[in-house]
């Protein structure tokens, strides 16, 4: 009887619809998988981007050379950088994705930042000798389009280490020692890259990579450290202490071992290149030989 006289609120009581679940915003992770074993080549169509470019794969980048142009693509970044402004991308980008441009440099390059949904970036840049910066950044915006194709369609593509390798290895493990302590700073922590091939511990960097251009500043010296042919070099606060060795599965290609120390009080000095010496000389006995 009750329900005849309100058969309008009866017939009207239903449950709450269920909400309706939009795209999911796309994250570094979910886009590429594995950050330690991504072949940043892969995210480049060379035919459409640089026809004719030699392509060469490292750890954490992809550099593609065409004559006096240079393309790269990484490394992933997740720290701030004051350089990245807004920046209109013309192309489609999917759910929670955003390109952005970078004034570093910006009479010789031409630099754009892929950031994900978590706030990590891919950065991918176009240098070259010439002024025309318009042509460099419509080379850099056809870099950005390969490579969210290459995401959404599933075909980023995977480095294999072969044995013997330094891509194999973990630097953080290798920089968790007491031999480093003095060197590091008493009551340091191994923190990792994002690519899984680098890492930091208070004032000491280590980096493992496939070595693709000279070093940007001048070698100071090369030196027997640790039992390897090492080159030590200074770039302003840091001095860095590298080794190589032929790149197991790439023939005509280096493997790079990099150690660098940090002046914290300003310019590196000689005492600083000595700490560089003593981090270099317990690091680098330990790394395989090819």
């Avoid at 060197?183 to 680098?198: D, E, N, Q």
């Avoid at 039992?227 to 599965?249: I, M």
């Amino acid at each position: 009887m009750l329900c005849a006289l309100l058969t309008v609120g009866c017939a009207s009581t239903q449950a709450a619809p269920e909400p309706t679940s939009g795209p999911t915003p796309l994250t570094a992770a979910a886009a590429l998988g594995d950050f330690g074993t991504v072949d940043y080549c892969s995210l480049l169509d060379v035919p459409e981007v640089a026809p004719g470019a030699v392509v060469s794969p490292t750890f954490e980048s992809c550099q593609a050379v065409a004559g006096p142009r240079t393309i790269l693509v990484g490394p992933l970044a997740f720290d701030s950088d004051p350089n990245i402004k807004p920046y209109t991308y013309a192309g489609p980008v999917p759910e929670g994705v955003s390109v952005q441009q970078s004034m570093f440099n910006d009479r010789s390059a031409c630099t754009r930042a892929i950031t994900f949904a978590d706030g990590n970036r891919l950065d991918l840049s176009v240098t070259d000798t010439g002024n025309e910066q318009a042509e460099r950044c419509g080379v850099a915006d056809t870099a950005v389009g390969s490579a969210l194709a290459a995401i959404t369609g599933n075909k980023v593509g995977r480095l294999k280490f072969p044995e013997r390798s330094w891509g194999l290895l973990l630097p953080c493990a290798m920089l968790d020692t007491n031999e480093l302590d003095a060197v590091a700073g008493a009551g340091t922590r191994p923190t990792t890259g994002l690519s899984g091939h680098s890492c930091i511990r208070g004032k000491v960097s280590f980096k493992l990579t496939v070595e693709t251009v000279e070093p940007m500043f001048p070698v100071t010296s090369v030196e027997q450290v640790g039992g390897r042919e090492a080159r030590l070099r200074v770039a302003g606060a840091f001095c860095l202490v590298d080794s190589t060795q032929p790149a197991p599965g790439l023939p005509g290609r280096r493997e790079l071992a990099e150690i660098s120390v940090v002046e914290t009080a300003g310019t590196a000095n000689d005492a600083t290149c000595a700490l560089a010496r003593t981090a270099a000389a317990t690091i680098l006995p330990k790394l395989p030989k090819a």
